[in-house]
């Protein structure tokens, strides 16, 4: 009986570690939104952002995404009046949603970094 209730304890505690690692990933990568930084920045590749954003959002001919790291939305979907495009029906919401999170991870220790964004994992 103590033995069952021994391994049980011990499953218990691994599931709970478990569940508080994951918990904390998904804090740090996506500052509590339900993103993802990794496939954000797959999409950030794949819809062209770094031709005006720069290689890893450091800016170019726009505004650094490093420095100054937008979390709205809206920004992507409709764009901006000094010369963003819009997004609309080009990015899915779950693809605007990542990218956020990808914006987000910027400059934090969850920042992912590949050059190529059919890469089913970043190459750290």
Same mark, same amino acid.
């Given at each position: 009986?103590?033995?069952?209730?021994?391994?049980?304890?011990?499953?218990?505690?691994?599931?709970? @570690?478990?569940?508080?690692?994951?918990?904390?990933?998904?804090?740090?990568?996506?500052?509590?939104?339900?993103?993802?930084?990794?496939?954000?920045? /797959?999409?950030?590749? /794949? @819809?062209? &952002?770094?031709? &005006?954003?720069?290689?890893?959002?450091?800016?170019?001919? &726009?505004?650094?995404?490093? !420095? $100054?790291?937008? $979390?709205?939305? $809206?920004?992507?979907? !409709?764009?901006?009046?000094?010369?963003?495009?819009?997004?609309?029906?080009?990015?899915?919401?779950?693809?605007?949603? $990542?990218?956020?999170?990808?914006?987000?991870?910027?400059?934090?220790?969850?920042?992912?970094?590949?050059?190529? +964004? +059919? !890469?089913?994992?970043?190459?750290?």
């Amino acid at each position: 009986m103590r033995t069952k209730i021994g391994i049980l304890g011990a499953i218990a505690s691994i599931v709970a @570690a478990a569940a508080m690692i994951v918990g904390l990933s998904v804090v740090v990568a996506g500052k509590g939104s339900d993103g993802n930084a990794i496939n954000g920045r /797959k999409v950030f590749l /794949k @819809a062209n &952002c770094y031709t &005006c954003h720069g290689g890893r959002g450091g800016g170019g001919m &726009c505004p650094s995404l490093r !420095e $100054d790291k937008p $979390d709205d939305e $809206d920004v992507i979907r !409709e764009g901006t009046s000094s010369g963003m495009p819009a997004f609309r029906g080009i990015l899915t919401d779950r693809e605007i949603t $990542d990218v956020i999170a990808y914006i987000q991870s910027l400059r934090t220790s969850s920042e992912p970094t590949f050059t190529h +964004w +059919w !890469e089913d994992v970043p190459s750290q």
